[in-house]
Nanobody
Framework: VQLQASGGGLVQAGGSLRLSCAAS????????MGWYRQAPGKQRELVAS???????NYAGSVSGRFTISRDTAKNTVYLQMNSLKPEDTAVYYC???????????WGQGTLVTVSS
């Protein structure tokens, strides 16, 4: 397993969670890394990513509430999620991003459930 995600769970609306994604093998978190999510019946969407260098990008729906970060010493990427909303409920996936999503290397998902 090259990407191991953890940290999901059940939280009330307004609460916080921090997801972790530990990388191993050939993956270095200094690469282009991202967090995606997929809600039931919806397509997988990119919510946060490192683009070039330390630049970050966020989906409009999470901007100001979610923060992506990484610890290169631990080769781990994080997603801090604050002010969670029921619509944030989804399976969250970390990925080493390729030139297009079909070239992504995916971790297993971690379920986040936000209750109202």
């Amino acid at each position: 397993v090259q990407l191991q995600a953890s940290g999901g769970g059940l939280v009330q609306a307004g609460g916080s969670l921090r997801l972790s994604c530990a990388a191993s093998g050939s993956i270095d978190v200094r690469d282009r890394m991202g967090w995606y999510r997929q809600a039931p019946g919806k397509q997988r969407e990119l919510v946060a990513s490192f683009t070039s260098g330390d630049r970050t990008n966020y989906a409009g729906s999470v901007s100001g509430r979610f923060t992506i970060s990484r610890d290169t010493a631990k080769n781990t990427v994080y997603l801090q999620m604050n002010s969670l909303k029921p619509e944030d409920t989804a399976v969250y996936y970390c990925a080493r991003m390729g030139l297009s999503p079909k070239y992504n290397i995916w971790g297993q998902g971690t379920l986040v459930t936000v209750s109202s």
